[in-house]
Every structure is written in structure tokens, then in C-alpha cells.
């Protein structure tokens, strides 16, 4: 959470508007469609602020709480949790998967929590070998996005590395290389590093892969749980 209203929403304001980003024209759409709140998947800022200027972050929050619009980011929680944004990736997967944990574990999970599968990034063991070239194809057909781009290594693959975010680290400190690796943030060094190591890398665009996520799968999974109360309202702005 963000940002709370300190004012209780009125009974006109039953929307939640879900969106990629929080700018100025999301906020206005937000106040237009009657909306309680605003999900945004990049929060206003993603470091610690020291300080906060009326040209800054702060003009957004003031805004927001100006219009009694609440603020949650999910960005870390759709990364790390079950059924997040990496698990979504795993099931545009044509063949069969053996088994899927976390690459790290989150500082400060529960025991319940690492349990339930919370960490970054997911390492997938599959029952039958791939090879990147039918990774990509599949991620295409099942998302209806382009914009992927790879750098291969003569290998198949039953292991898969698989963050849309960034969890470099996490990986190169794996005890033995992935057969493949699955991301949307890796630096043009560190994708060569991987390759060394004889792991193909595939690249995700970022943003179509977030915003496809948020679109066609978060917000009809939020729906359903808050029942026919509350409706959403997916952003056009992104």
C-alpha cells in the first residue's frame, strides 16, 4: 500500500483502475471512471526517498489524495508471489513441467510463505528437453507478443531460469548453469556472461510482458476475488 485515502469512498466510487505505470493522465482517468483506488505494477518511485519535492513523486500522491484515490503497487509482490508473473510464463510452456521453485528466496519470508513457493524467479525442471528456439515460439503464441530476442547456445535444455525482472545475480549464483534463461532485465554483458556458461538467453520485452500480465490475467484473477462489489477497470494509458 502505497498511499491510503484518509476519506472513505462514496458508494459511486466502486471501480479499482489497474495500470502499468501512475501518471497524471492515469490519475485522471481514475477520477473520470469513478475509481476508489488505482493498482499500478511500477510504483512511483522503486528506491528509498530521502526527500520528496512537489515535483516529484509527491505531486502524484498529492493528487491522488486530493481525488481520495488509495494507491497499491504490486510490482514486487506479482514477481516473487505463486501464480505471479513469473508462474504465468512458465505455463505458455508445451511440454511437461516436473517441478518449479524459487531462484532465491525473499528476505524476511515466513515459513509459510517459502512453503506456499514466495521467492524471485522460478527454476523449472522439465520432464523432456527444449531448445530456445521452441521456448520463444511458444511464449509468442500463447502471450501474442513480439518484440523477443535471444542469444542462443548449441544446447537443449531441461532446466529453465525463468524472472521477467531482474534476478541476474540470483542465477549466476546458481550452482550449475541453467539450460536456459527466460528474463526482461539482463545487460548486454551479463547476457554474454550466461552465454559463456552455455546458457541460451531470451529476452522479454518488459513492458508488453508486464502489461500483458496485468491486462489478461491479474485483473480478471482480482474480479473474481472481490465479487461483483467492486468492478475493475483495466487503463488505456500505458
Avoid at 85 to 109: L, M, Q, R, Y
Avoid at 118 to 143: F, K, P, Q, Y
Avoid at 191 to 217: A, F, W
Amino acid at each position: 500500500l502505497l498511499y491510503e485515502s484518509l476519506n472513505e469512498p462514496d458508494e459511486s466510487r466502486a471501480y479499482v483502475l489497474i495500470a502499468y505505470r501512475l501518471t497524471e493522465e492515469v490519475i485522471d482517468e481514475a477520477d473520470e471512471k469513478k475509481c476508489a483506488m488505482i493498482i499500478t505494477y511500477i510504483p512511483p518511485w522503486l528506491e528509498a526517498q530521502k526527500r520528496m519535492t512537489i515535483d516529484g513523486p509527491l505531486k502524484l500522491i498529492a493528487k491522488c489524495a486530493s481525488l481520495s484515490i488509495s494507491i497499491i503497487g504490486v510490482h514486487t509482490a506479482l514477481d516473487t508471489v505463486e501464480g505471479g508473473i513469473n508462474d504465468w510464463v512458465i505455463t505458455t510452456f508445451n511440454c511437461n513441467i516436473e517441478s518449479a521453485s524459487p531462484i532465491e528466496k525473499c528476505k524476511g519470508a515466513t515459513a509459510s510463505e517459502e512453503e506456499a513457493g514466495v521467492g524471485l524467479g522460478r527454476l523449472v525442471r522439465l520432464s523432456d528437453e527444449i531448445c530456445a528456439n521452441d521456448a520463444m515460439d511458444w511464449i509468442i503464441r500463447a502471450t501474442r507478443m513480439g518484440g523477443l530476442t535471444a542469444a542462443y547456445a548449441e544446447r537443449d535444455a531441461r532446466t529453465v531460469a525463468v524472472s521477467v525482472n531482474s534476478c541476474y545475480d540470483a542465477i549466476s549464483k546458481l550452482p550449475e548453469a541453467p539450460g536456459l534463461i527466460i528474463t526482461g532485465e539482463m545487460t548486454r554483458q551479463q547476457v554474454l556472461n550466461c552465454h559463456s556458461r552455455g546458457s541460451p538467453v531470451i529476452m522479454l520485452d518488459n513492458c508488453k510482458t508486464e502489461s500483458h500480465y496485468l491486462q489478461e490475467i491479474f485483473s480478471k484473477k482480482l474480479g473474481k476475488s472481490l465479487g461483483e462489489g467492486i468492478k475493475i477497470v483495466n487503463i488505456r494509458y500505458d
